[in-house]
């Protein structure tokens, strides 16, 4: 079964064009003005210029009208909820056709959280932090062995070229979701780590399906 790859923090169009070349199968763009890699909320001009790839507007605890303004204005397929963002918040998102949630690891997984987003496009797990994530650090892949059969999840955190088999070997996600280890400098891509990375996950992919591991 392939294994999706989301390249996010993209902040320019030459990137955004760099990861869809590089075969990323979604792009990520940060509309958080906390974040270092925030776009600002005037980026949906160019961003709707993209094409080739399903587009991701991350957002942390924002007013419902202003994600819905954004993701109209960029033409976004779908948007990624960073924050204390509720079920029922989600649904009226768009839920399961429109709404990435993404759930911070810490010490420990509250698997009955998890199931309460059950009706979202997919959960993500990511480095949980004050700031909602976007740390550059992994977390235990292997807290995630207790995942509930059939919870087809995604992973982000410190993932790069180098470990993302190693993460994919452990966690066994549906997909993947890199920022800073595909990075040549803050807020700017590298399409050779791009190609890299999405290398990687094509070649762990095919072996994980191949053997069975």
């Avoid at 303004?69 to 839920?95: M, S, Y």
């Avoid at 995604?154 to 993932?159: D, E, F």
């Avoid at 070229?161 to 800073?180: E, H, I, W, Y």
């Amino acid at each position: 079964m392939s294994v999706t790859v989301k390249i996010c923090g993209l902040t320019n169009p030459d990137d955004a064009r760099a990861a869809v070349e590089a075969g990323a199968d979604y792009l990520g763009f940060v509309f958080h003005p906390a974040s270092p890699r925030y776009v600002g909320l005037t980026a949906g001009s160019w961003i709707r210029m993209v094409e080739g790839s399903p587009t991701v507007g991350v957002f942390r605890d924002q007013d419902q009208d202003l994600v819905r303004r954004v993701r109209e204005e960029a033409g976004l397929d779908f948007v990624q909820l960073h924050g204390r963002e509720t079920p029922e918040l989600c649904a009226e998102l768009g839920g399961r056709a429109r709404v990435i949630k993404a759930i911070p690891v810490t010490g420990s997984m509250d698997w009955g959280l998890v199931a309460a987003f059950g009706q979202v496009s997919q959960v993500l797990f990511d480095t949980g932090s004050p700031g909602g994530g976007g740390t550059g650090r992994a977390f235990e892949w292997k807290l995630l062995a207790g995942a509930p059969s059939g919870l087809g999840f995604w992973v982000a955190g410190g993932l790069t070229p180098d470990n993302v088999a190693l993460a994919m070997r452990t966690a066994r996600p549906a997909g993947v979701d890199v920022a800073s280890g595909v990075e040549a400098a803050l807020g700017h891509k590298d399409a050779g780590k791009m190609r890299a990375f999405i290398a990687a996950v094509r070649g762990m992919a095919q072996a994980r399906e191949g053997t069975k591991i």
